[in-house]
């Protein structure tokens, strides 16, 4: 409704009421006018320049003002997340994601990128139904079908290692060695025998190449150390803990473990 001004008042009311009128953005009922329309061309040049620090700096007006036109706002939007997310600011960069997503719930590649996010912060649930929303969106999604796939395999490694979590490379109930009766009610032992174990393993593999005397040998140097093991442990001074440490150290040829 427009604004109107009354007829008639006295001396100065009439000076202070027509100077409320005129002034910007007010009206009789007081409420503001809304915000001028931003000018988005120098974010959207930011972004073909592909200049972070700009469009940082430049495009949240763009982002923030109701007036901002739909595409202008998806662009700006978009191209804030990117930056962020290459700047380690996950938590900021799947807020503009989410505000992508809800101006247009159809961006396959926008469902990847914070599935990709989700996932770099540990919430596999959240990555995999983001991956998942993305596929469905385009089924030939090559990003989000990598994404899927290598979730899946990480999700299957992890369900594997917490079966055997807490357990070592033998069986405890036919125990009988003190030091292995000690390793069983230990987890981190037990953990550690079994990392002893496939490390081993994994060792031999890779000199079969070399022929059986380099096997045996390789063999024979963890036939001493399950020797020794047995033999020092419960004696003053030894401890279990660091020999395993050692050993796993020795077999992935590190320095330190």
Known sequence: MPCRRPALLPG??????????????????GEPAAPP???AAPCLAAIAAG???RVLSICADVIDNEKTARGDRLKALIARA?????????????????????LDPMLAD????????????????KAVHDFDAALKLKPDHAKAKANHRALAQELERLGAQMAVAGKPSFNCATARRAVEKAICVNPELADLDREIYAANARVLREAASEGPPAVRALQRKQDEFIAR???AFGRPGYDLKKAM???????????GY
Do not use: H, M
């Not at 100065?12 to 009922?29: E, K």
């Not at 990128?113 to 770099?120: D, M, N, P, S």
């Not at 440490?245 to 320095?255: H, I, S």
């Open 110 to 125: 926008i469902f990847n990128a914070r599935g990709e996010l989700w996932r770099k912060k540990g919430d596999r649930v």
């Open 51 to 53: 200049d972070d620090d």
């Open 82 to 102: 990117g930056v962020l997310a290459r700047r380690d600011q996950a938590d900021r960069a799947i807020a503009d994601y989410d505000a992508v997503l809800r």
């Open 37 to 39: 329309q931003i000018d």
């Open 12 to 29: 100065l009311a009439i000076v202070l009421v027509l100077g409320l009128y005129s002034s910007p953005g007010l009206c009789a009922t």
């Open 229 to 231: 093991r047995n033999a």
């Open 245 to 255: 440490r050692e050993r796993l150290q020795d077999l992935n040829g590190v320095d």
